[in-house]
């Protein structure tokens, strides 16, 4: 379970496909609700994932049992993550939504170490971990403090949805990990069709709403397309080669992108504060890895 050229290569990749999500998120929402929005974007995304899987003369899984399974992972790693993600980032930015995103390999350090039996914590994880709560603390802190409770409400929901994902990366890590990873990409995005459209029809009775305009139509086909098929390929690529630890690392540099995006397109801006917390939430991922302090150590 280790990175070379190629994994840090998918991740590079993967950091922006998946961080163009943010911006399609950003355009669509004014139109759309949440499950909405969630629902459609599976639409694209299975279409282009079955269309690569087939072709390369993969299988799906034949049995209800193993439907279950993966409707299951679809709850956890698709739907819910997004509809936090949607939902807070209304009340924010995507590169905020994108940073604290960044967390994930928090959560996936104390998850994998507890629940699987070669990702084990150690002494610069917990460093890393300890330097990264201090990083959330700056970005949640002040809102705790003095800001408003929606303000405070949509920072931890933005931070609810990495939990999310790295508790779904340990469940395919112990459940699903004898799957290809082309099958898990493309079974979590049609898995995920048969929970997110129920719940949209309930819950935003998308019937009722005036039609979307052709701009947000494109950023749902983006967001399907690039922020989930080709992002998924690459991730469960990297976590089966790489492990769930790893495979969170992508969350380093993926807010680089919804940032660029929204301050270049959509005139976003982060505070000061925002900077400090996503620098210090940067250092305690480097801190995690552990590469520079080795090859220090090797240089001395």
């Known amino acids: 379970m280790r990175l070379g050229a190629a994994e840090w290569g998918l991740i590079a990749l993967q950091s922006m496909l998946w961080g163009s999500g943010y911006f399609f998120i950003a355009i669509a929402q004014p139109e759309l609700p949440a499950f909405t929005i969630a629902a459609l974007r599976t639409i694209p995304a299975s279409i282009t994932l079955l269309t690569i899987v087939l072709a390369l003369g993969y299988r799906l899984p034949a049995t209800l049992a193993e439907w279950r399974l993966f409707i299951l992972f679809s709850v956890f790693n698709t739907v819910l993550p997004f509809v936090l993600i949607v939902w807070g980032q209304a009340r924010a930015t995507g590169g905020m939504a994108a940073i604290l995103n960044a967390t994930a390999p928090l959560f996936g350090i104390l998850l994998a170490h507890l629940l699987t039996h070669d990702e084990k914590l150690s002494w610069n994880k917990l460093a890393g971990i300890l330097v990264g709560i201090a990083g959330v603390g700056i970005l949640v802190g002040y809102d705790f403090v003095f800001g408003s409770s929606a303000d405070l409400l949509a920072r931890l929901v933005l931070l609810a949805a990495p939990l999310c994902y790295v508790s779904a990366n340990i469940y395919v890590r112990t459940r699903l990990g004898h ?105 305690a991922l480097v801190i995690i890895d552990g590469r520079i302090f080795r090859r220090s150590r090797v240089a001395g």
């Open 179 to 283: 799957y290809p990873p082309f099958v898990v990409a493309v079974m979590q995005m049609v898995g995920a069709i048969f929970v997110a459209f129920p719940l949209a029809l309930v819950i935003d009775q998308p019937w009722t709403l005036p039609a979307p305009s052709l701009k947000v139509l494109a950023a749902i086909v983006g967001m399907g397309v690039f922020g989930s098929a080709l992002a998924s390929l690459c991730h469960f690529t990297v976590l089966q080669r790489a492990g769930a630890t790893n495979a969170s690392l992508v969350t380093l540099i993926m807010p680089l992108t919804p940032i660029l995006l929204g301050g270049i397109f959509l005139g976003d801006r982060l505070t000061p504060r925002d900077l400090a917390g996503a620098l210090v939430i940067a250092a």
